[in-house]
């Protein structure tokens, strides 16, 4: 087993309920400001009445293996840690949005008060202090599980093991780090569904008001 950890997150979407307690968690636990996130739950609506039904994607960032948001920024405020979380430099970090340009995801933004990048880190500092990230443990229904997947003998690692997996784009070849357990093809595809524009909008207050 490797002494190196390397950690990764497996969404099990037939336990997903849609309920955004994650959305919430992840805005609390970082202090995420209004019409921004780091995470967030994709909908999508498939069928006609008697049959519809309702499909969700959360989405986070995957912290990939082969990052292009690293390669592409021109001041290096992109790196990854050994334990392969994706972080994002403070203070090196011009707002230049090269990265979120890069992004295949569409999973990083721009603070809006504070000027520079941000996406989710699979909250590190929890992380680094024993814990686990706070969208793992708000979610009800435990959909979420994260580990190391360099230790066999991880949670993770066996649900891998055990479940046929997918990940979002991965003709990208970027090698995510987040991993679904039935993930619809149509929810995957980035032009369908419900996107991180209505949460934007619905968001309970506006930078404006924040800032008066």
Known sequence: MSKTKKW??????????????????CKAE???PPGVFRS???VLEKGVYPDAKS?????????CENAVCVRVCPATA????????VMIDPHKCVGCKYCMAACPYQVRHINPLRRYAQKCYFCSHRIDAG??????????????????????D???SKILVKNAVSVLKPEAGTKPNVFYIGLDKDIADPLSGV??????????????????
């Open 8 to 25: 990764g997150m497996v969404i099990d979407l037939t336990r997903c309920t849609g309920c955004h307690t994650c959305s919430v968690a």
């Open 30 to 32: 970082n202090d995420v």
């Open 40 to 42: 967030w739950v994709k």
């Open 55 to 63: 499909y969700t994607l959360p989405v986070l960032c995957n912290n």
């Open 78 to 85: 992109s790196y990854k840690r050994d334990d392969g979380i």
């Open 131 to 152: 814990l686990q990230p706070a969208c793992v443990e708000a979610c009800p229904s435990g959909a979420r599980v994260f580990g190391d997947l360099n230790d066999p």
């Open 154 to 156: 991880s949670e993770i």
């Open 195 to 212: 996107d991180i524009e209505r949460f934007q909008k619905h968001d309970i207050k506006s930078v404006e008001d924040i800032l008066g």
